[in-house]
T-cell receptor
């Protein structure tokens, strides 16, 4: 059973516009959610995280929104840049656990000039 | 400093070889992880070390043997691997910081088993 789902395998956005990447989860015990960006053959780069007690966290061009009642989170990138083109993974972790992340399958973002 | 380093970057080994992957961090994090990632898939957890003790082994075959010599170093010893073990091996470290949780990955070692 997939506990973290990214239902869009790909997303294409024009440079300068907003990119919205979505993630759904099923386990209400998750306490933290993280977003990663990944280029081929490289390790994931940590972008931003949010605690389940928050509904928004912002860092530069990246904002993560959490709707706990809907078990849904989204990553907004504004403005999108061609260098943002990569695969984005959503991940979740339970507080008090060993910190083992549960990953979604990823969304490939393409930002076109 | 949020850097996790891994060596080597690339490794090609035969099925009878013994090799080791190394990971180093200086963030003072006390949890360290080994993940395996196949192409177009998310990372899969292999091992978790907490305060230098193995706390999670996700039913990984014994041909993979982790070691945590100290709080900054994490090794993965490889022996008698199979071609299907070819993958990107990722090390990570994590910290709980109040209302934040962060887990940082290294660049990975691209392993090819011939």
């Amino acid at each position: 059973d997939q506990q973290v789902k990214q239902n869009s395998p790909s997303l294409s956005v024009q440079e300068g516009r907003i990119s919205i990447l979505n993630c759904d989860y099923t386990n209400s015990m998750f306490d933290y959610f993280l977003w990663y960006k990944k280029y081929p053959a490289e390790g994931p780069t940590f972008l931003i995280s949010i605690s389940s007690i928050k509904d928004k966290n912002e860092d530069g061009r990246f904002t993560v929104f959490l709707n706990k009642s809907a078990k849904h989170l989204s990553l907004h990138i504004v403005p999108s840049q061609p260098g943002d083109s990569a695969v984005y993974f959503c991940a979740a972790v339970r507080g008090g656990s060993q910190g083992n992340l549960i990953f979604g399958k990823g969304t490939k973002l393409s930002v076109k000039p | 400093d949020t850097e996790v380093t891994q060596t080597p970057k690339h490794l090609v080994m035969g099925m009878t070889n013994k090799k080791s992957l190394k990971c180093e961090q200086h963030m003072g994090h006390r949890a360290m992880y080994w993940y395996k990632q196949k192409a177009k898939k998310p990372p899969e957890l292999m091992f978790v070390y907490s305060y230098e003790k193995l706390s999670i082994n996700e039913s990984v075959p014994s041909r993979f043997s982790p070691e945590c010599p100290n709080s900054s170093l994490l090794n993965l010893h490889l022996h008698a691997l199979q071609p299907e073990d070819s993958a990107l091996y990722l090390c990570a470290t994590s910290a709980w910081r109040g209302s934040f949780y962060e887990q940082y990955f290294g660049p990975g070692t691209r392993l090819t088993v011939t």
